[in-house]
């Protein structure tokens, strides 16, 4: 018999302990590997950030440099949609990958969010994250879960010198430009972070939203330009009503003292408000203002010149007030870099919802037409996200929390309603929508009719209520303006049939019993 060196006794004592040994070294191996694979997360949302202002889109005059790297070095959505196209109720929907009507957060005018619901943030920290949010959250008063840190701006916030909530409930002011501070801040909590854990952090952007006070370094950034009016400007709504009705419009509703700083001496709006500003800050700000105010008083327009000089000065503010956004973009991404944190680390960039840019003759939100149903979304996720790619799929804000808890390796709730775009992204078996469902509620500010109804790719159906009771159908093929409501006539009776079966079944998918009700009981006419 010959004796292998295996079989000495000796060997033979230890062998059980070496095998033991070998599997506990295999087994924290592979756990490494796994926790590796979880990848970091960057959401920043920025507010009011429409996606015809980002070159990345195809805007002209836009200068975008680092949001446009997101979709060089990942992937540009599309398709990108809301289910409630305004601020809180966006963030929500975010939070919990449910539609209003599941998360209860209907309306910036009533709602305080309900944090005792799960969210993507609380099952990250399930699987092991650390979750931070900094900047402009704005979901009501109730104390935030699934954070382990937070510092966030009261409400709407201020552009300049604003004050923070910690998480003592103090607050704490800041000197400077609030887009600075917010990027500064979530620098300073990546630093300080647990640096075994895998992190998620959001960066909550104030800007772009009313009234676009740009940083003083991006004053007249834009000025040299003259922006061509949108194609459907001068809109008369008159196939539609709720459209008809509304108080958003660059003509009536903007202002020239308050939205475009043209200063009279009279009380100004709180969020036109520059009283926080330091003196040095005010002396900047009216130097470069009051000259434009003198130029306007010279040439005193009048009729659509007005309008169109309230348009070009709207357009100036907004894409300067955007200028420092991107350029905070750019500082995150490359402290991201820097810190050699990128390659693990998957970024989110995207709106809290579309804007109006002069399309219809507005600004602000709210409606299920294109501009503020759809919001700019790119996504950087090495090593999964070929650089420059393009997803055209229809994808809703509340697809994100599903998808990053899969990318996390974390459990999904099952009362989230979105749909996990990993799959996609993978390559993978995935059913794409082919009909998105939206619903808006809010009765108040800028009279928008509260409305729901779905979108194909080539069809819009609306429903308006309680302002306004009206039905609308676009085909969006032959008016992409969205300016022909062709509901009543003839030839549109089977889509509207066949639109109307979509939105039925949407309807029961998502469980709105309130919109239910509505679309069962029809209009009296
Ligand atoms: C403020 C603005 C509105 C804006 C809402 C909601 N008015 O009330 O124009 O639609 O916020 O915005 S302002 O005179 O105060 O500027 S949201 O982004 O928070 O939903
Ligand atoms: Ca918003």
Known sequence: MILKPTDHPYFMKYRRTFRNYVLLVGILTFGCAVKAQQPNIVIIISDDHAYQTIGAYGSKWAQTKNIDRLAKEGAIFTKSYVTNSICGPSRAAILTGKYSNKN?????????????????????????????????????????????????????????????????????????????????????????????????????????????????????????????????????????????????????????????????????????????????????????????????????PVGRALTEWKYQRYMKDYLSTAASLDRNIGKTLDYLDKSGLAQNTIVIYLSDQGFYMGEHGWFDKRWMYEQSFRTPMLMRYPGLVKPGSTIDQFLLNIDIAPTLLQAAGAAVPTEMQGLSFLPLLKKQRYTAREAIYYHYYENGEHAVSPHFGVKTNRYKLIRFYKRVEHWELFDLQNDPDELHNIYDSKAAAPIVKEMKAKLNALIKKYQDTEAAKIFNTGIKK
């Open 104 to 300: 209860g957060f209907k309306d910036n005018e009533n709602s305080n969010f309900d944090f005792n619901q799960d969210n993507f943030a609380k099952a990250l920290q399930k699987v092991g994250y650390q979750t931070a949010w900094i900047g402009k959250m704005h979901l009501g008063n109730n104390t935030p879960q699934g954070f382990d840190y937070y510092s966030i701006l009261p409400d709407q916030g201020r552009y300049y010198n604003p004050d923070f909530i910690q998480m003592d409930n103090t607050r704490k002011k800041f000197q400077g430009y609030v887009t600075d501070i917010v990027t500064d801040e979530a620098e300073k909590w990546m630093k300080k972070r647990d640096e075994a854990k895998p992190f998620c952090l959001v960066i909550g952007h104030k800007a772009t939203h009313r009234t676009w006070m740009p940083a003083l370094e991006d004053l007249g950034r834009y000025d040299s330009i003259k922006f061509e009016l949108p194609s459907n400007f001068y809109d008369d709504y008159k196939t539609r009503k709720a459209a008809a009705v509304q108080d958003m419009s660059i003509a009536r509703t903007m202002t020239l003292r308050n939205d475009l700083k043209m200063y009279d001496g009279q009380p100004l709006n709180h969020s036109g408000d520059i009283s926080d500003m330091t003196e040095d800050q005010q002396k900047q700000w009216h130097a470069y203002y009051d000259k434009i105010k003198m130029q306007f008083e010279k040439e005193k």
